[in-house]
């Protein structure tokens, strides 16, 4: 298990760290096939919680939106396939959803944390998106995401970012 210290988030301005994940479907999703789109890549700690789900419907209700600004969604939690497709079903989530249980990419992108709950200790996910541009580097980041407001700072993000 990884220290809290052994990964950092990444700024804005980097390449954005190479992906290959598969999907509820067990089909390969690396990053770079999605050189030439926006990616709106972001990082939940689990499937069929209360904020997870909110926020994957909040990017389900806006994907006309995000497509007409040629954005792709990937969500990435450490949840398994057989999770995501449950949880994709359910919700009816028409966009990819990643499975790290090894937490490759959740520690490549910093997200992978300390925490606390209830004065107890233990690593997880902290809920973090990035916007990566077409050319593969990260234009804007946004920690300890609060799920409400977050599509409409996405859909800014994006709509200033195309000027």
């Not at 600004?69 to 009816?92: I, R």
């Not at 580097?137 to 300890?144: C, E, Q, T, Y």
Request: glycine residues 6%.
């Amino acid at each position: 298990m990884a220290k809290a210290n052994d990964s950092q988030l990444i700024e804005p301005g980097k390449k954005a760290p190479a992906i290959a994940l598969k999907d509820k479907d067990g089909k390969l999703h690396r990053l770079s096939a999605y050189q030439g789109q926006w990616v709106v890549l972001y990082f939940y700690p689990k499937d069929n919680t209360s904020g997870c789900t909110k926020q994957a419907c909040a990017f389900r209700d806006h994907l006309p939106n995000l497509g007409k600004l040629d954005a792709v969604v990937l969500g990435v939690s450490p949840d398994d396939e057989k999770s995501h497709t449950k949880f994709a079903q359910k919700h009816e989530l028409p966009f990819t959803l990643l499975a790290d249980p090894e937490h490759q990419a959740l520690e490549k992108y910093g997200v992978w944390q300390a925490k606390s709950m209830y004065g107890r200790k233990f690593m997880g996910v902290v809920r973090t998106t990035y916007l990566i541009d077409p050319k593969g580097k990260v234009a804007k980041r946004w920690d300890k995401v609060k799920v409400a407001k977050h599509m409409d700072e996405v859909l800014e993000a994006l709509n200033e970012a195309q000027g």
